[in-house]
Nanobody
Framework: QVQLVESGGGLVQAGGSLRLSCAAPGRIFSTYFMGWFRQAPGKERVLVAAISWSSSSTSYTDSVKGRFTMSRDNAKNTVYLQMNSLKPEDTAVYYC????????????WGQGTQVTVSS
């Protein structure tokens, strides 16, 4: 069973920063696209950032562009989501995911980490 292990969530005031981390097995990390989803209470899970296996391409949903940065450290088999200028509407459970078949149905998921932004 493949495990993606997330860390770094927590409570932060609006305007603050958090960095999420997600570690994956090497055989997954080296060839899969990695992404971060989030799910707010009562809402659908949505993709907020993604990165190619080679780090040559990143993409972001419009609401986080300019504030969030996704990166990967291939030596550590870890991806990061640096979240700056956080807003209360960023409050959600954040999930790491890995896919080689598109983002509509990722192959693997992390357990999720709570991010709460207070106003």
């Amino acid at each position: 069973q493949v495990q993606l292990v997330e860390s770094g969530g927590g409570l932060v005031q609006a305007g603050g920063s958090l960095r999420l981390s997600c570690a994956a097995p090497g055989r997954i990390f080296s060839t899969y696209f990695m992404g971060w989803f989030r799910q707010a209470p009562g809402k659908e899970r949505v993709l907020v950032a993604a990165i190619s296996w080679s780090s040559s391409s990143t993409s972001y949903t419009d609401s986080v562009k300019g504030r969030f940065t996704m990166s990967r450290d291939n030596a550590k088999n870890t991806v990061y989501l640096q979240m700056n200028s956080l807003k209360p509407e960023d409050t959600a459970v954040y999930y790491c995911a890995a896919t080689n078949q598109g983002w509509s149905k990722p192959n693997y998921w992390g357990q999720g980490t709570q991010v709460t932004v207070s106003s």
